[in-house]
Each structure stands twice: as C-alpha cells, then as structure tokens.
C-alpha cells in the first residue's frame, strides 16, 4: 500500500513540476489515475468499512434470539430484553464501544401517520365485517341472546378474520399501542441517547424502550448499543425484527444490514423447527446479499431433552444426539422440497452446515446456580437431575454439563473461523485493488514516457522552418478541419444514439415480460379449516332446537408477496443496470472509435501532410477525456404498497395487484421517458461538443509548444531526458 502511494505521488510531482498537466489529461482517464490524496482515501475506504465482522440474527418472536445474544455477548446476563410481540421487536445493532451507551431511534412523524393511516383502513375493514357477522348473527338468534353480546360475538370474529391478513393487522396492532401509551406522538423527537454505567441499569431502561410494557416500546424504531464488551471489537451484531414489519423503511433497513453482514444465523426453537415464518425469514437471504456463511440454531433444545425416547439410558451425549438427528434431517428435507426455491448457490449455503443447538436456560442456571430465582430454569435443572443424574450430581459436573448444553463455545467457534475468512477475504480484497491501481499507474507511466521519447525524436527530426511552414499550413485548413471534425463527431454521435435506443428498448421489454411471469407463479390458493354451527336434529323444549360446530373446507385466493416484491425489486435494478451498463458500455466502446473516425476523417479531408497523426491522437484523446457527456442514476425504490412481504389475501391481495399492475404501467412510462431523455442529453452533449474548434487549437498549440522547444533544442532535449530518468527510477 505505501509502496503504491509512493509511486502516486512521485508520478503527480513530476507531471506538475513539468508543465505537463494539461497535455496528459487525457490518458489520465483513460486510466482512471486520480490525485494522491483520492487514492489514500480509496485505499482507507477500502480497509476501514469492512474490517468489522457483520453477523445477523433472524429469528420469529420467542424464538430465544436475546438469550441466544446475551449468552454470545453479555456472559449469559439479560441485558436484552424478550420481545413479548413483533411489535416490541425493535431492530437492535450491537457495537463495540468505550462506555455504555444506547442510541434510541424513533418512527418519524410521517412513519406514524402511516401506522395511523393504515389503522383507520383496519378500523373500515373490522367495521364491515362486524355489521356483517352482527347481521348474520342476529338473523340466526334463537338464543334470544342480546344486542350487546351479539356486537361482541361479531367484533371478536371480525379481528379474528383481520388477523388473517397479518401484515395489514400488524399496523392496527401497531397504532393500538400507541394510542394505550397515552403519549403524544408529536412530543417525541427523533433520536434519544442513554447513558449507563452497569448492565443492570442499561436492562432497566431498555424495558421502557423495547420491553413488552415499555412506554415507548410502540415508537421506538431501532436500537444501537455501544458497549465495553471485548467480543464486540471489530464485530456488529445485527438482531433483526421479525416479519410483516409495519414500518416500510425498517424493513427496508434490515434487510439491507442483513446483506451486509458476513455470518446470518436463523435461530428456530427446536420444538417448532423450522416452520413457514422461518422460511418467510430466509426471503432476505439470497445470491445477490454476499452472505459468506449461513447457520441455523436449533433453540431451546433443552426442551428436547424430557422426552422418553430422547431420554433413553440416561446418558446426556447419546440423548444429544437422539434430539439433534430428526432436527438435522429436518433441515436438509425442508431446503431439498424447496430446492426449487433457491438457486444453486444458496441451497448449498443453507444445507452446507449441520444444525447447531443451543439452550439459554443452561446459561441462565451456570450464572446463578446457587441462587436461581427463574421458575423455568429452576424447574430445568430439575428435569435435568431426574433424567441425567450422572451428570447433574454435582455443582462442578453440572456446570460443566450446562455449558455442553449451551453450545456457545461451538458457534464462538464458528464466529472465529468466518473472521479468519473475512480477514483472508478483505486481505485479497486489497491485494486485487492495489495491484489494479499499481498496473495502471505503470501503464500511465509508459505513456508518459512513450510521449516524451517522441518529443526527443521529433525534435532531432525536425527544423524550426518546416515547423513554421506546417504552421502556416494549418491556418490555410482550419475552417476546413473545424467543418470535418465537427460532422465526423456528430455523425458519429447520432449512430451511438440510435443503437443505444434499440439495445435498452430490447432488453427492458424482455424484464417487464418476467414481472408478469412472476406475478402468475406467485398467485395460489389454499384451503383452510372454518366452523358454523348447525342443527343436530334434536329439539330442545317448544321452540329451542340444539346447535352443534361443524368444522368445514374454503379454498381461499393467495399471494406470494415476498417473490413478487423480490421480483419486482428486481427488475427496477435491472433496469437501472441496463440502462447504466449499456449506457456506460456504449459511451466506452465509442469513445475508442472516434478517435478513428476522427482521424480517418481529417487525414481524408485534409491531406497526410498537413497534419502530424500522432499529435492528432493525442489531441483527440484529450478533447474527449474531457467532453461532459450525461452521466445516469436511476431511484430504484419500490413504491409503499409493494414492500410488503408473507402471504397476502383477501383485501391485501387485491390492493397488491392492483398496485402492481399500477406500478408496471408508470415504470413503462418512466423507462420509455428516461430512454428518450438520455438519448436527447448525449444528442445536445454531442452536438454542443464543438470538437473542430476545441481540436485545432490543442493541435496548434503543440505545434508552437514543438516550435518553442526547437529554439533552444539542446536544453529542451536536456530536460525531457531528465523526465525519463526519473521515471526510469520510479519504481512499478
């Protein structure tokens, strides 16, 4: 590195202190060479970002994430708080920090009255449904049940069927919080630093943050922790919300930490292993997220432990393994059906790995074991001592036992050797960078000295009269030479236009026919379990007749938000590709061919003899290294009613698609927009170029410059050899 900001900076001072500035600009370009100082900061850039180790934790609600992290980070101490609902699961980043400090960060203004917004479209939702069933109801009562009961019979079965459709439920469960905390929205500010001097303390106020009952828990957004805790050195830890996050930017927020990271673990309660909010949580991982490294952690496992058949003859490593083996099968048969999924790269990531367990009450029993105030680890340790007696027998084979059961040490383990992988990574990161900039530093330094030696060899070669009359010679042609070069350039520049316009209408259309395949493969249906309630035939007194629950079948409409979101994602990027890539590959490969264009046309036009070509390259490259052409970027953010993610129905299915299908139609507009405004900025670009004007005066200004040296040769000569010796010296 520092031999490479050497040679930077040794080159920068003699292109300086030898006036030589304005006639390399162009191969400086060309090959991407920038000042020194740019190059040190590419360089720390490059170092500084990446040197962290990224984990991150995904994992639905009571899935033992914080004990899973107060185990890995804070010793088994709860410090983080049990979310009680996806509600209360605040996106929380853990980093390392010379005190105790919290970083509470706050839904804006705007983010609550969406959450309002989207509670009052609940509230219409809940009202139809409610005067729908209380209709039903009371057409049906023959009970003689009153009004009041009725109401209350309908509103429970009304947010029974809004809870179906989870995301949009998740913002009325949201707004309702809010309200019950009796605090005014507009009072809270955005940001909110505490201070602590003990874990203890640091829990206590998370509570009324992220805690279950906490007082701000309905308004807290994210979490960053900065603690004094050596394991946090060089590593963030990323603890992820759960899924349907009513808060599009969070969401948003997470699933780009989430492809940062380095290291994911999905942690899944051995009990429920695995299930679809688990899968649904696997949507933020794919080929694109660099992800070097995928585990699944089998949570609470002790649980697994009480069974008969685990329990076996008492012996704790063979019932370990008795437990983790149907888990472990279970993880290659539920990525084998869904193979179809993922691509092949991340199936092998999310299959390449055995199961690893965990167990946080195990945790909880080491730090307290003489004095255990929880019930349920109290209650474990007993089950442990009935079923294990060997091993439980005593406090030191127990701990020891317990610390088994943990497992923390195996996925340190599995920490320590993705941060090997990362420094190896970052090293060849490096490498590769600085030997890209070190070759093209070389080869600037060859051109360099491969101008200088044909100014040596000019200026053996030619006179100060043969100069003087190619002087003379340009003037009689330069109206001529401003003509051709101006209308060799333009032409030029229209065929560019024309064949760029082709290649990104072709290859946008081919992405808008893949939204609306994906749009049909995500539709489905499925068929789910309801009860009425329906004579059995048997008459009760005079009148009443006797009612009985009959389970019965609908097929009900389904969306898979997350593929369509995914690949509608998709092709707004892709767009922003092609439109980027073809538009930057183009303007590449054309700026290769008009300096030949360029040349064959005046060379033509104006005779061999009459212009010098090597001087009309290297005029050439300098006027269009230095052309302004329209640079392009492209927003490819996905309007609110697409980010949404699970499997939608009823209302949010129709309000998806409806909003999908709006979306494809103003992307096509904006594209078909973009297209012909990018063509008509490189078309002005182009024709405002004034390439004649700006290229006879760079030729005539070499010609005088070669004229000037030419009246003192010998120290001209002198001072060009002088350039090449230091350059001789300058080591590549």
């Known amino acids: 590195m520092e031999n490479l900001l050497k040679m930077s900076r040794t080159l920068e001072n003699l292109v300086q202190e030898n006036d030589l500035v304005g006639e390399l600009q162009g191969i400086e370009k060309e090959h991407g060479i920038r ?40 010793k088994g101490q709860n410090v983080l708080p049990k979310a009680a609902t996806p509600m209360t699961a605040a996106l929380t980043v853990l980093e390392y920090g010379d005190r105790f400090e919290a970083s ?17 479209t609940c509230q219409k939702i809940l009202e139809d449904h409610q005067n729908a069933k209380f209709t039903e109801l009371k057409q049906n009562n023959r009970k003689g049940e009153s009004d009041s009961k009725l109401q209350e019979s309908a509103r ?40 602590c001097s003990s874990y203890d303390e640091l829990n206590e106020k998370l509570k009324n943050y992220v805690g279950s009952s906490g007082e701000y828990t309905p308004f807290t957004k994210s979490i960053t922790l900065k603690l004094n805790e050596e394991m946090l050195k060089d590593v963030k830890i ?50 694109k997220n660099g992800i070097k490294e995928f585990h699944i952690v089998a949570s609470q496992f002790d649980l697994q432990l009480s069974a008969s058949e685990i329990i076996g003859n008492g012996v704790l490593d063979e019932a370990i ?79 020891s036992n317990l610390k088994k059961l943990s497992n923390i040490d195996e996925i340190l383990k599995v920490l320590e050797n993705v941060r090997k992988e990362k420094d190896e990574i970052i090293k060849g990161i490096m490498d590769d960078f600085i030997y890209s900039k070190k070759s093209a530093l070389n080869q600037y330094k060859n051109e360099i000295g491969a101008i200088i030696n ?51 209408n072709t290859q946008i259309k081919a992405l808008f026919g893949g939204i609306s395949s994906a749009s049909e493969n995500a539709k489905g249906s499925e068929t789910v379990t309801k009860t009425k309630k329906v004579e059995d035939g048997r008459v009760l007194g005079f009148l009443w007749k006797k009612y009985k629950d009959v389970n019965y079948q609908v097929s009900i409409d389904t969306l898979n938000a997350s593929s369509l979101r995914t690949a509608a994602q998709d092709a707004v990027i892709e767009i922003s590709n092609i439109l980027g890539d073809v538009y930057s590959d183009n303007i590449r ?19 061999d003899e009459a212009l010098d070509a090597d001087m009309i390259k290297q005029s050439v490259r300098n006027i269009i290294a230095n052309i302004s052409l329209p640079e392009f970027s492209y927003d490819t953010t996905l309007p609110a009613a697409l980010q949404k993610s699970g499997k939608l129905v009823g209302y949010e299915r129709d309000e998806f698609l409806n909003a999908l299908e709006s979306f494809q139609s103003e992307l096509r507009s904006r594209t078909n927009a973009d297209i012909k405004a990018i063509c008509a900025t490189l078309d002005k670009a182009i024709s405002n170029a004034n390439i004649g004007d700006k290229f006879i005066n760079s030729y005539e200004e070499k010609i005088e410059q070669l004229a000037k040296d030419a009246q003192d040769k010998e120290s001209s000569l002198a ?7 230091q350059l001789n010296q300058i080591e590549g």
């Open 35 to 74: 000042p020194s100082a740019e190059l040190k900061e590419a360089l720390d850039e490059k170092m500084e970002p990446e040197r962290d180790l990224k984990i991150g934790i995904l994992g639905r609600v009571k899935a033992g994430k914080s004990s899973l992290l107060n185990a890995l980070v804070f």
């Open 104 to 120: 509470i960060e706050y839904y804006s203004q705007d983010e609550i009255e969406t959450i309002k917004s989207n509670h009052a």
């Open 156 to 195: 429970k079965d009304a947010i029974k069927k809004l809870k179906d459709e989870v995301s949009l439920y998740a913002y009325y469960e949201q707004y309702e919080q809010i309200k019950k905390s009796g605090i005014n929205a507009s009072s809270i500010g955005e940001k909110e630093i505490l201070t």
């Open 238 to 287: 990323i603890d992820t919300p759960g899924v349907n996050d009513p808060i599009v930017s969070r969401e948003n927020r997470t699933k780009e930490l989430i492809a940062k990271c380095d290291v994911v673990f999905l942690v899944s309660p051995a009990g429920q292993f695995l299930n679809d909010v688990d899968l649904e949580l696997l949507s933020n991982v794919n080929e």
């Open 321 to 399: 393994q008795r437990a983790l083996t149907p888990l472990s099968r279970q993880q290659k048969n539920v990525f084998e059906n869904k193979k179809s999924s993922y691509n092949d790269k991340i199936y092998e990531q999310l299959t390449r790995f055995n199961v690893l367990y965990s167990s946080g009450i195990s945790t909880e029993i080491i730090n307290n074991y003489d004095n255990l105030q929880d019930e349920n680890a109290t209650h474990a340790l007993g089950l442990f001592k009935k079923h294990y007696p060997d091993y439980f027998s005593n406090k030191e084979t127990a701990i």
């Open 454 to 504: 044909k100014k040596i060899e000019v200026l053996n070669s030619t006179d100060i009269e043969e100069l003087k009359a190619q002087i003379e010679k340009i003037k009689s042609v330069k109206s001529k030479v401003v003509i051709n070069a101006n209308a060799a350039f333009e032409d030029s520049g229209a065929e560019l236009s024309s064949k760029l316009k082709e290649k990104l």
């Open 589 to 607: 490969m054309w700026k290769k061919t008009i300096l030949k264009d360029l040349l064959t046309s005046l060379q033509e036009s104006v005779g």
């Open 719 to 725: 001072r060009y050899r002088s350039i090449l010796d």
